[in-house]
């Protein structure tokens, strides 16, 4: 049997909104609204461009429809029933939007934060002058905990798990060490300007005003700074992400 | 046949052209997240030997010693900064057990701890970190720091928790009578707010200042903030601290409407949720200057918890103040808020003294931008401000019941002062509670200095307390990051008006489609 034309048209402009709306987020985040709306028009245009390439495509695929729209005589009474349920829908649905439209929104103003920026030219290449010490190791890490616990630990957690005492009342939280996808995922380098210029010192895509991470260039020194790295590499168990050998950089 | 051919080779290619925009897109969207994917794996969790006593060992140095000391004496590098200490395993003093005051704990008491955390404190919940025989592990090593633990000889006795009488309003009166009997309100203050006269003077066994728990926050009791709970506090006591156990005073029932009483003085859901949008209510006429009046009533009601400012110094790692309540209502061209904290003491001023370090009044300040930056996203920073943008700071005096403004452009820099301020209001304190007032016009005529504000727009605002009394002034006070506050517009009448309009015109536009298609197909017959 041949599936009418119009119900492949209507199958596939279904299928690729559910394949858009419902199956995007099981291979990535959920996608924006005004994304699907643009995927959904192209997939419209294809459609429309698709049943009027040819003459008969366009006979099987716009006659019924004219035919529908325009009525005529002894048709069933079902027939007339979804013509006129189709003839008010639609301005119903038209008003509907409308009214969507013309409401306020009370929604405050959402950043888009990027947590892990772009870092200025001035936070490249800062090299720690403890990494290579293997003899002083762990002495380093003993004094960078040292800084940890004395500092770090009230937002951060005593876990490092970014649910320190402090953090519940922040909007921006704090960094959890302990997950796979923050200092393991950074260079060193990255890492240390980041503690060295804190939250004020992130570029306006993320948001400054906001993060609570001092400035710790004020309170500690720089060996202080690369010790309490050190711990919190050492503490996790995560190493912190280098070029690989043989990349041009 | 002819046509067969081209026909198959133009769908093909429509559909693989949208086929490739789809890919395109899409992978230009994902490569952000692919770039980060490339993540070693953790090392694997430390072998621990067999031995329940080594491992637990192991695990002490890893997770315990920050805070709790080498040697177990609660000495650890966290020490400094923590109120509570951590526990000195040393001394054993623990207060949060299901044994006899100035007993020891027993093993379940312990793991309880570890298991749950103390809320409150810098002591986290071990469950996700630790699995069972690991914290059981860790328990048998820090009783291994106390001799008092090899004296010990026969198990611990326990008390028991009885019959429960579940929570009515003859139970909550019949516990109130048992506070007021028991002498309660000396520590805990009349409505339980840790402002008893007492409050101040109380010393712990290490002789450091303790204070008494406000039983109007469950959620921060450290032993849990359930009446079973409760229950158990009162007749356990708390070692090393003045709260006694009522044990020989109190049976079952007594216990029971005592732990309903206190319960009852928090909320009903415990935490309350914490606040995101403050949203102004519209009243008419002026608005309310007295924090009691009924007005405040139908505003929406938003609370926030409160940080140390750790980020500059002179820090504040122990703010006393750990939430404030705020509500807001506005009229046609005034905005107010009501502010309510808890405080365990009304500060008054006073020159440091020999060993007691200054004193300064209580405070509580709202700060706003000086001015909306274009499109609402970018603000001063949190703190205070900064060198680009400046903050406008309301302050409420406790102790001269006044009001100033100020102006400040980052923590680190001199704050100034204006001559006059133009907003007004007042407060008072009881019972360990603030209940303050401030309210102005939308517009000044300081346009540079002030926040200007309009009905319908977002306003950036936070909030300052400051305990004088734990010596909380200037760069030392308890800070809340920023919020909104909103004053919702009165309903466009268009929203009424457009809709019905788009009907009545898509419906014409069908109508009009239907007559020429019939057209159509008149002069196609």
């Not at chain 1, 009027?52 to 069933?76: H, L, M």
């Not at chain 1, 990027?114 to 004094?143: C, L």
């Not at chain 2, 006694?244 to 415990?270: C, I």
């Not at chain 2, 100033?404 to 820099?413: A, P, Q, Y």
Request: some cysteine; charged content about 25%; hydrophobic content about 35%.
């Amino acid at each position: 049997m041949r599936i009418p034309l119009i119900a492949k048209a209507l199958g596939l402009e279904i299928g690729a909104y559910l394949l858009l709306k419902l199956g995007m987020p099981l291979i990535t985040s959920p996608l924006p609204s005004s994304v699907i709306f643009m995927y959904m028009t192209l997939v419209t245009i294809s459609i429309v461009l698709y049943v009027s390439i040819y003459e008969d495509d366009y006979n099987n695929f716009f006659v019924p429809i004219a035919a529908f729209i325009r009525g005529g005589k002894g048709e069933s009474a079902a027939r007339k029933l979804s013509r006129a349920a189709v003839f008010i829908l639609i301005p119903l649905f038209f008003g509907f939007r409308s009214y969507q439209g013309i409401q306020i929104n009370f929604e405050p103003p959402f950043p888009q934060r990027v947590i892990h920026p772009a870092p200025p030219g001035s936070a490249a290449g800062f090299m720690n002058p403890y990494g290579d010490d293997k003899n002083h190791r762990e002495e380093y890490i003993q004094e960078g905990r040292k800084v940890f616990y004395e500092n770090c630990v009230f937002c951060h957690g005593d876990k490092l798990d970014g649910k320190g005492f402090f953090a519940e009342a922040l909007n921006v939280k704090p960094a959890n060490f302990a997950d796979a996808t923050t200092i393991s995922m950074l260079q060193e380098s990255f890492v240390f300007w980041r503690v060295k210029t804190g939250g004020i010192g992130l570029p306006e895509e993320s948001t400054p005003w906001d993060s609570a991470m001092p400035r710790w260039e004020l309170i500690l020194s720089e060996e202080e700074r690369w010790k309490a790295i050190m711990f919190l590499y050492d503490y996790t168990g995560f190493k912190p992400r280098t070029w690989e050998l043989g990349s041009d950089e | 046949m002819s046509r067969f051919l081209p026909k198959t080779i133009l769908r093909w290619v429509s559909i693989s052209f949208l086929g490739l925009i789809f890919v395109l897109t899409t992978n230009s969207m994902l490569r952000a997240d692919e770039e980060e994917t490339a993540s070693p794996a953790p090392a694997a969790d430390e072998q621990l030997p067999s031995d329940d006593l080594a491992a637990g060992k192991i695990i002490y140095e890893k997770r315990c010693i920050s805070c709790h000391g080498d040697e177990g004496d609660g000495d650890g590098p966290a020490a400094i900064r923590f109120q509570p200490k951590p526990r000195s395993f040393k001394k054993a003093e623990f207060k949060y057990r299901s044994t006899p005051r100035d007993m020891l704990p027993t093993d379940d008491d312990l793991f309880s701890a570890v298991t749950h955390g103390l809320p409150g404190t810098g002591m986290p919940d071990w469950a996700d970190v630790l699995n069972e025989k690991k914290r059981r592990q860790v328990i048998k090593y820090i009783k291994t720091f106390s001799p008092k633990w090899q004296e010990l000889s026969g198990s611990l006795p326990t008390v028991t928790v009885g019959e429960p009488i579940p929570s009515s309003e003859e139970s909550i009166k019949k516990g109130r009578e048992q506070f007021e009997l028991l002498g309660c309100i000396g520590c805990h203050g009349n409505q339980g707010r840790g402002d008893g006269p007492l409050a101040l003077v109380l010393k712990n066994h290490r002789n450091d200042p303790v204070f008494p728990r406000n039983l109007n926050k469950n959620w921060l009791f450290r032993g849990g903030g359930e009446a079973k709970d409760i229950y158990m506090r009162v007749n356990t006591g708390l070692n090393g601290t003045p709260m006694p156990s009522f044990a020989d005073k109190l049976d079952n029932e007594k216990s029971w409407h005592l732990a309903n009483y206190v319960r009852s003085l928090s909320p009903k859901q415990g935490k309350p949720d914490r606040g995101s949008l403050i949203k102004s209510h519209r009243v008419e006429g002026t608005l309310p200057t007295d924090p009691d009046d009924p007005l405040w009533e139908g505003a929406q009601q938003s609370w926030l918890p409160m940080l140390g400012q750790i980020s500059f110094r002179k820090r504040l790692f122990t703010p006393t103040v750990t939430d404030i309540t705020v509500k807001s209502l506005f009229n046609d061209n005034e905005i107010g808020f009501l502010l309510v904290w808890d405080d365990r003491s009304m500060s008054k001023a006073k020159p440091a003294k020999k060993k007691r370090p200054e004193r300064f009044s209580d405070k509580v300040a709202i700060q706003f931008p000086e001015k909306l930056e274009p499109g609402g996203m970018k603000k001063p920073y949190f703190i205070m401000g900064d060198e680009k943008l400046g903050v406008n700071l309301w302050y409420w005096n406790a102790e001269e019941n006044q009001i100033v403004e100020s102006n400040s452009r980052g923590i680190l820099n001199e704050e100034v002062f204006q001559d006059a301020s133009d907003v007004s209001g007042k407060g008072y304190y009881k019972d360990g509670q603030y209940r303050v007032v401030m309210k102005r016009t939308f517009e000044t005529v300081d346009k540079e200095k002030d926040i200007q504000f309009k009905i319908g727009e977002f306003f950036p605002i936070a909030f300052h307390a400051m305990d004088g009394t734990n010596g909380e002034n200037k760069t030392q006070r308890a800070i809340t990051p920023w919020y909104f506050v909103f004053m919702e517009p009165e309903i466009d009448k268009t929203v009424y008006f457009y809709p019905p309009v788009v009907v009545v015109a898509v419906f014409g536009l069908e109508i009009l489609l239907q007559k020429i298609l019939k057209k159509m197909h008149k002069e196609s017959d």
